[in-house]
């Protein structure tokens, strides 16, 4: 039965998130059916992450099993026929082992933020980031974001839902820049605990506004308390970028 890893990007503003949900259509949902739609088989879709509703993905992986071997060009091409008019786009299909897990066997994940400080609301990214209309000292986040880094108990920055058995994770960057009137955040670990990349960003905006000190966000990761946390940032400036793998598993 070949296997095959899908590189997906996607808008996930019309989605309840990446998994399937009794209570409307999910990013893993519509592409079940696509690929259902053109093999005439009934597949679950495994992907690397669960994003949540309004989460975007530029580098979402994904692995299926079909009991036919197709072209992988005719996997991605037939799928996105079957995707329109859903803002879901499969980037690439490759065979890989029959050993590979996209979730399992991932090594590291990415994933950026934007925030845009401009007085003008966004017209073209509207839902696409997080608009903060005063402006951000993006150098005092950079350096509050290192007290991040490393390996922590990082309950402070964890959903009360998260279902993750233990809170302690390795951040290995948490990198923040200016680009031109837009703030970029860039994360990247093995895992992440649910909603730690927005808690750690909604922090990290408060800093920028000049609210918090830049120690107080290593103070708030020590307390290991959720009402430590600054808000969490919206949903819709959050990017899956990238999905990181062993070569040999792929």
């Not at 402006?135 to 509050?144: G, I, K, V």
């Amino acid at each position: 039965m070949p296997r095959y890893k899908l590189t997906i990007e996607y808008d996930g503003g019309p989605f309840v998130g990446w998994q399937r949900q009794a209570n409307g259509r999910s990013v893993q949902q519509a592409i079940e059916e696509a690929v259902a739609a053109f093999s005439q088989e009934q597949i679950v879709v495994k992907g690397a992450g669960r994003t949540d509703a309004g989460v975007h993905g530029l580098g979402q992986v994904a692995h299926i099993d079909l009991t036919r071997a197709w072209d992988t060009d005719t996997v991605r091409d037939a799928t996105n026929a079957h995707l329109r008019p859903d803002p879901i786009s499969i980037l690439s299909a490759e065979e890989v082992a029959a050993d590979f897990d996209a979730r399992f066997s991932a090594v590291k994940r990415h994933y950026l933020y934007r925030i845009s400080d401009r007085r003008a609301p966004p017209a073209l990214d509207r839902g696409r980031l997080w608009n903060v209309p005063t402006p951000l000292d993006a150098a005092a986040m950079h350096l509050a974001a290192q007290a991040l880094t490393g390996r922590h108990d990082f309950t402070t920055f964890r959903s009360s839902e998260c279902q993750a058995k233990s809170p302690v994770r390795t951040l290995d960057r948490l990198d923040v820049s200016r680009e031109g009137n837009e703030i970029a955040i860039r994360a990247s670990a093995r895992s992440f605990l649910h909603n730690q990349v927005r808690s750690m960003v909604g922090a990290l905006k408060k800093v920028g506004e000049g609210k918090w000190p830049v120690a107080e966000v290593g103070t708030a990761l020590a307390a290991c308390d959720r009402t430590r946390s600054g808000p969490v940032a919206p949903p819709h400036g959050l990017y899956l970028v990238a999905v990181d793998y062993e070569t040999a598993d792929v």
